[in-house]
């Protein structure tokens, strides 16, 4: 079978390139990717693949293959893009100003277009039946996943697996990676308003500067963080943003903070989502302030089940060679494709983009961020690969 797989993807590869290139040119942002879909759906009926649109943007397509209520087994991409100005020279650069494909989500949408093809072509060497799950929205709250299986995207069929692939620039070409058990962490958003009292800053004893009161607060929640760990799960607690609209000679009414908390554990997650908003509203009074901490609860953390993640190891060594296939290990990154693994059996694998020799070293969200074109027939046929096994 992956001698089968191969030849179609081999034949298949300039048309995969320039899909790849297509939706490189066009970015469109989260939610917004009615030109994209339109290309996927474009490309399904080429190929004589049903499909229906769901939550506006997404598409979900059927392959049967023989005796098709035997089993179901799904293959996610996601569609959207980033709001991040693309600095490559490059034909296919970003032709949608400030808006660039700097997650890769092109490619995993052509590495599932081109899975299709091949499973189209194979439908008849295969028991059962392959979902395609062209997603929305992953980059932003509350996920296009979260959508997509409010709309029942995991049924009619019933999805009994399912399977997705995420590029990753510090892997090289032609390797790709895979970690049973917890693999991704959760991703909640902090938004921290400390309101104070404005005024002149020669007049002290007229204001209550909510600039200072928010520097003190923050090294106290971090200590108070480390307090809350039990050490049994990691996390990350960080702030990146910080903004008060006052001058050299004026004190603002309000200063605030934006941050990230990621977990390993969501019982404990829940609990500090509480103890936290509890202690800034302490400090706040305390320091005769007012404002909040609020927590916009983000994805899961993402679990990728052991039984369908070890098999799919041992598919990809079968497929690539052992020496192409790395045990990963747990990263503080997020992924909404987490929802569906905290629904059914998933496995999440990384794919390997990274060519030195030809200047392809930038991580994502970079706006140098490209992948070596290789890669797209690693991912491609081996999602088709992984689906057929899987079967099994």
């Given at each position: 079978m992956q001698k089968k797989v191969k030849h179609i993807i081999n034949l298949a590869f300039d048309t995969l390139v320039k899909w790849r290139e297509h939706l490189h040119a066009n970015?469109?942002?989260?939610?917004?990717?009615?030109?994209?879909?339109?290309?996927?759906?474009?490309?399904?009926?080429?190929?004589?693949?049903?499909?229906e649109?769901?939550?506006n943007t997404g598409i979900v397509a059927l392959i049967e293959g023989v005796n098709p209520s035997r089993k179901c087994v799904a293959l996610r991409a996601d569609l959207d893009a980033l709001p991040i100005k693309e600095e490559n020279k490059v034909l296919y650069k970003s032709k949608v100003?400030?808006?660039?494909?700097?997650?890769?989500?092109?490619?995993?949408?052509?590495?599932?277009?081109?899975?299709?093809?091949?499973?189209?072509d194979l439908r008849s060497e295969f028991q059962g039946t392959i979902k395609l799950i062209f997603q929305?929205?992953?980059?932003?709250l509350p996920g296009g996943a979260s959508l997509m299986i409010k709309e029942g995207v995991l049924e009619?069929?019933?999805v009994d697996e399912i399977i997705a692939l995420h590029v990753l620039p510090t892997m090289d070409v032609g390797?790709?990676?895979?970690?049973a058990g917890q693999y991704m962490a959760s991703c909640d958003e902090l938004y921290l308003t400390v309101k104070g009292k404005g005024g002149h800053a020669a007049l002290p004893d007229q204001y209550n500067n909510p600039i200072m009161i928010l520097a003190k607060l923050l090294p106290k929640l971090e200590l108070y963080m480390k307090s809350l760990s039990t050490g049994d799960s990691s996390y990350i607690f960080a702030f990146g943003k910080f903004h008060a609209d006052g001058a050299t000679n004026v004190i603002p009414e309000v200063a605030q903070a934006e941050g990230t908390l990621r977990t390993m554990d969501e019982s404990w997650r829940g609990l500090v989502h509480q103890k936290l908003e509890t202690f800034v509203a302490e400090f706040l009074k305390s320091n005769n302030?007012?404002?909040?901490?609020?927590?916009?609860?983000?994805?899961?953390?993402?679990?990728?089940?052991?039984d369908l993640t070890c098999s799919s190891m041992r598919s990809a060594k079968m497929y690539l060679g052992e020496a192409m296939v790395e045990d990963m290990e747990i990263r503080m990154t997020a992924e909404d494709f987490s929802y569906y693994s905290h629904e059914i059996p998933a496995c999440f694998f990384r794919l390997g983009v990274r060519n030195e020799d030809l200047g392809i070293i930038h991580g994502v969200h970079h706006s140098q961020f490209d992948i070596d074109k290789q890669a797209l027939k690693v991912g491609a046929g081996l999602m088709a690969f992984l689906a057929i096994n899987a079967l099994d």
């Open positions: 970015p469109e942002l989260s939610f917004q990717e009615y030109n994209t879909s339109a290309f996927v759906a474009s490309r399904l009926d080429e190929m004589n693949v049903s499909y649109v769901v939550a100003d400030g808006v660039m494909h700097a997650c890769g989500h092109d490619v995993h949408t052509t590495c599932l277009l081109g899975a299709a093809m091949v499973l189209s929305p929205g992953e980059e932003v009619n069929p019933k390797k790709v990676g895979f970690k302030a007012e404002g909040q901490l609020e927590i916009r609860k983000g994805y899961p953390f993402l679990q990728n089940d052991d």
